[in-house]
């Protein structure tokens, strides 16, 4: 006679830990009055990146929970991480909320559309927040900041991207102890080939932390 196994406490108590930072996140989001939660289809976004939109995907806000799952993981390394970097942006709302939640140096948000990131920086100038950054720029051309990062990327380009926006920052990869915690990992077989390595998975979150192996093998 088979038999199931019965759920851990922490399987039992997850439902109320979703609902708890589910009213906690939008008590903070009602309070600076920040606007965050719109669909936009990639024919709509705006960009001078012409070659970047053709390979990129729709802009859709990221679950907050989802996103504390990840770097709750990534903080599990005892790395002493002094930046948080959200490849594709939108808005703003991982930025802001790895601020809130986790002791960055400094906070990095980029996009390549111009108006999405007005409109992140218009969400930071209602919180009190001062060591984040909102910047366009096109992610097959920006070298990123050094330090310790975690780079935080909700699927928002294709492997063609992903591989230019790496190969340019293999150097960074290369000497610091950085990580990627990955949304929506569709493109981490990218990742793979080039060097990188799994850390973490969530197969029923579909989400996943990277390194660079080589800056580990060494260390």
């Not at 199931?4 to 997850?14: C, I, K, N």
């Not at 490849?87 to 991982?94: E, I, K, T």
């Not at 070298?143 to 294709?158: A, H, L, R």
Request: with cysteine; hydrophobic share 40%.
């Amino acid at each position: 006679m088979s038999t199931w196994a019965r759920p851990s406490l922490g399987e039992r108590l997850e439902p109320l830990s979703r609902f708890y930072h589910r009213a906690s996140d939008q008590l903070f989001i009602r309070r600076h009055s920040l606007q965050f939660d719109e669909f936009v289809p990639r024919e709509s976004l705006v960009t001078s990146a012409t070659d970047s939109l053709a390979h990129s995907y729709n802009y859709r806000p990221y679950s907050t929970y989802q996103l504390n799952s990840l770097l709750r993981e990534a903080f599990k390394t005892g790395i002493p991480f002094q930046n948080f970097v959200d490849v594709g942006c939108g808005r703003g709302q991982p930025s802001l909320f790895a601020r809130r939640n986790y002791p960055f140096a400094h906070v990095y948000g980029m996009d390549f559309s111009e108006p999405l990131i007005e409109a992140a920086k218009r969400n930071l100038q209602r919180t009190p927040y001062k060591n984040v950054s909102f910047v366009a720029a096109d992610a097959a051309q920006w070298k990123v900041p050094d330090g310790n990062t975690i780079f935080f990327m909700f699927n928002p380009f294709d492997a063609v991207i992903m591989e230019k926006f790496l190969r340019l920052n293999l150097d960074h990869f290369a000497r610091f102890r950085s990580l990627i915690a990955y949304g929506f990992d569709k493109h981490r077989d990218t990742m793979c080939n080039l060097g990188f390595e799994i850390m973490y998975r969530s197969w029923r979150d579909e989400h996943s932390i990277l390194r660079y192996a080589a800056a580990y093998s060494t260390r």
